[in-house]
């Protein structure tokens, strides 16, 4: 069975791009998260959508959007990157919105010059 | 700042040897908690969750022991090998029952030596 599938893996941007990322859901999971990770740092909470709704966001600006389509998959979004965007993103599913049963899928290392 | 992310607690065991991994979570209201594993250029891998109302929970080689007194998780790793090696976070569900939202340990990393 696949896991949860992230595209790109790997990414360079410059300053002032735009950059989208997608992940797809394990079959049958309603639930996508998304995750920053820093180097050297625990994930820190972006979004989560379940049922393609947003159901919660984190400490996160505005550049910051995203959204779940019928099919459950999900795009993030990036505009006017910043340096400190340079992070592995990762996406997580879920049967439920609940937070239990997340499985993640090996992210995107995006990197902004 | 960001160079105090960079130093993570380091663990250095012998092959063989038991292992435990300690973390201390933030919200007392915390309902749930995973101890995921992640290896270099790979995402976080589920190892073991408890819930808030266990103390104790066992798997394969893995203990997860809750102490909600102290807002203390540990991870014990029986028999640890060298494929045990890699970066451990605790995270704990601070979104309730609204959503899911996992907040994250710093992360300990460990090293098995054969």
């Known amino acids: 069975d696949a896991g949860v599938t992230q595209s790109p893996t790997h990414l360079i941007k410059t300053r002032g791009q735009h950059v989208t990322l997608r992940c797809s859901p394990i079959?049958?999971?309603?639930?996508v998260s998304w995750y920053q990770q820093v180097l050297g740092q625990g994930p820190q909470f972006i979004f989560q959508y379940y049922e393609k709704e947003e159901r919660g966001r984190g400490n996160f600006p505005d550049r910051f959007s995203a959204r779940q389509f019928p099919n459950y998959s999900s795009e993030l979004n990036v505009n006017a990157l910043l340096l400190g965007d340079s992070a592995l993103y990762l996406c997580?599913?879920?049967?439920?919105?609940?937070?239990?049963?997340?499985?993640f899928g090996s992210g995107t290392r995006l990197t902004v010059v | 700042g960001e160079s105090v992310g960079l130093h993570l607690p380091t663990l250095s065991v012998q092959e063989g040897d038991n292992s435990i991994i300690n973390c201390a979570y933030s919200?007392?209201?915390?309902?749930?908690f995973i101890w995921y594993k992640q290896e270099s250029g790979k995402g976080p891998q589920f190892i073991i969750d408890?819930?808030?109302?266990?103390d104790k929970r066992q798997g394969q080689r893995v203990t997860v022991l809750l102490n909600k007194t102290v807002k203390h998780l540990s991870l014990q790793i029986a028999a640890t090998q060298p494929g045990d090696s890699a970066v451990y976070f605790c995270a704990e569900n601070t979104g309730g029952t609204s959503y899911g939202k996992l907040t994250f340990g710093q992360g300990t990393i460990l090293t098995v030596h054969p």
């Open positions: 919200n007392s209201a915390s309902d749930y």
């Open positions: 079959s049958g999971h309603k639930s």
């Open positions: 408890i819930r808030s109302n266990m």
């Open positions: 997580a599913s879920s049967l439920e919105g609940q937070g239990v049963g997340y499985t």
